[in-house]
């Protein structure tokens, strides 16, 4: 039986893992749980599940949940703050770190897993595109694990020679006879919208997908397609890839979630309906498969797959993401934080959308970090990105 620790687990990813496991209950035990201040879910949660421990970030509604548990005579040990959430993350007893919290917040959970030689099933790839170097490095040197729950990278990692998926990150893709991997990417509710045209949109609309049910920052990044940016930097790193091994495709149906290209002209792809519930499943009893709960795709019924490029002036956060990259760790970091700051001011109708790209584009033009050398100096390049996009959304709030 795995034990695991779900870090955020009130979010869309944490809960769909809890469906998993609740289908599975002989194959995994939930050990800890953690939540930044959702105290009805991490409640119900405690009841269901009866785990050893929770840590909520916040302690005031850590103070209220620990009440509750009394009163319903649960044993589950309650505690609050950011150590906390690190504790919960590297307990001896747990093997399995599912990394569902939402931003650079999940990076240093994540960085103690790793740390404590945890096999880490990665949501989270802010944690990731913001300190690369040092992600990977940690991997190799404390003999940690890492695998994809996002549903791209999951496709990819499906369908990759074992070999390669035992050792994420290291291995020459040429020597495995791969010429190239291809993310697939639904266009979000957009994607046949000129970009001039949605300076109206609102939030709701925004996180309107057409096909996924999401969180709500990830449901505007995919309108904006920073999403596939990030998950283009993220595939650089999990994939050990270059630039010219990664192609990006709108394909509206999400019905292929990600392909391999092989050098004898063979395509692998994964399909499935758009349920993050299957990814997670893979994941989590990887490499063999088990009932994730999920329903199955209707083939007869498909009429079409269609593919095609993105447009980088309809997509201009895509393009953004793409040259950060190649300039550099710093520029991923304030690009993600720029993007952070963007995304919450736009859900709390202070900019507009299409002000999203503008602030992402203004931050990478006008800040400049010399490359970080430690975990710490990540950290603070995040912090003063976010200060100062912070007065560029005050001064365009309408």
Not at 256 to 285: E, F, P, R, T
Request: with cysteine.
């Amino acid at each position: 039986m795995k034990k695991i620790t779900i870090l955020g687990s009130t979010g869309f990813v944490g809960m769909s893992a809890l469906s998993v496991i609740r289908n599975n209950p002989t194959l995994f035990q939930v050990v800890a749980l953690v939540a930044n201040k959702n105290i009805i879910t991490m409640l119900q949660q405690c009841r269901f599940f009866t785990p050893k421990f929770v840590a909520m970030r916040d302690e005031k509604s850590a103070n209220i949940l620990r009440k509750k548990l009394k009163f319903l005579n649960i044993k589950t040990q309650v505690l609050s703050g950011k150590k906390a959430i690190c504790h919960l993350a590297s307990l001896d007893e747990i093997d399995h770190v599912i990394a569902a919290i939402v931003g650079i917040s999940g990076l240093m959970p994540i960085l103690s897993a790793i740390y404590s030689s945890k096999t880490i099933l990665l949501a989270n790839k802010e944690s990731l595109i913001t300190c690369g170097h040092f992600f990977m490095r940690a991997l190799s040197k404390n003999n940690s694990k890492i695998i994809p729950i996002d549903s791209e990278h999951s496709a990819i990692f499906q369908v990759l020679p074992s070999k390669i998926q035992n050792s994420l990150g290291k291995c020459n893709l040429k020597n495995y006879g791969i010429k190239s991997v291809i993310l697939t990417a639904s266009g979000g509710p957009f994607y046949n919208s000129p970009f001039s045209e949605l300076s109206s949109v609102t939030p709701k609309q925004a996180c309107a997908h057409p096909n996924w049910v999401m969180g709500k920052k990830i449901s505007v990044d995919s309108a904006t397609m920073m999403n596939k940016g990030l998950e283009y930097a993220e595939a650089r790193w999990l994939f050990n890839a270059s630039h010219s091994e990664i192609e990006i495709l709108i394909h509206p149906q999400s019905v292929i979630h990600s392909m391999v290209k092989y050098c004898d002209g063979s395509y692998l792809a994964q399909l499935s309906s758009s349920d993050i519930k299957i990814s997670i499943a893979y994941a989590l009893s990887w490499p063999i498969r088990i009932d994730s709960g999920s329903s199955f795709l209707n083939l007869e019924k498909m009429q079409n797959l269609s593919f095609f490029e993105p447009d980088f002036n309809q997509f201009p956060c895509l393009k953004l993401a793409i040259d950060a990259f190649s300039n550099g760790q710093s520029a991923m970091i304030v690009l993600n934080a720029a993007n952070e700051s963007a995304v919450k001011a736009f859900l709390n109708f202070r900019i507009s959308f299409i002000k999203i790209a503008e602030i992402n584009s203004d931050a990478l033009m006008s800040f400049c970090f010399k490359e970080p050398n430690s975990i710490e100096e990540v950290l603070d390049i995040d912090r003063k990105t976010k200060i100062l996009v912070e007065k560029k959304i005050a001064s365009l709030e309408f």
